[in-house]
Nanobody
Framework: QVQLVESGGTLVQPGGSLRLSCVASGFTFETYHMGWYRQAPGKERELVAA????????EYADSAKDRFIISRENEKNTVFLQMHNLQPEDTAVYYCGRSYLWLRRPDYWGNGTQVTVSS
């Protein structure tokens, strides 16, 4: 069955960096676009960054531009989110999701990993 397992979330101080990972299984990873999304308490889940099947194109939310980098390693069925200069407003549960069509809402999600930015 399809599985997406996120990891790497933790408590970090403002200005710090984190690298999130999402390992996929149960489907042909390289045929799906992948995305990172986040949901803060009381807010809607929002796109943070997305990457095409080959990694040739990416898309970022304005809040993530110049601070976050999405990448993927198809041979390892893994997508990453490198985050720099984290701020308290980045605190959220981060989810990865797969989409067959570019920038469409994912049809499968992982269970999420908590990122907390606080001093």
């Amino acid at each position: 069955q399809v599985q997406l397992v996120e990891s790497g979330g933790t408590l970090v101080q403002p200005g710090g960096s984190l690298r999130l990972s999402c390992v996929a299984s149960g489907f042909t990873f390289e045929t799906y676009h992948m995305g990172w999304y986040r949901q803060a308490p009381g807010k809607e889940r929002e796109l943070v960054a997305a990457i095409t099947t080959t990694g040739g194109s990416t898309e970022y939310a304005d809040s993530a531009k110049d601070r976050f980098i999405i990448s993927r390693e198809n041979e390892k069925n893994t997508v990453f989110l490198q985050m720099h200069n984290l701020q308290p407003e980045d605190t959220a549960v981060y989810y990865c999701g797969r989409s067959y069509l570019w920038l469409r809402r994912p049809d499968y999600w992982g269970n999420g990993t908590q990122v907390t930015v606080s001093s």
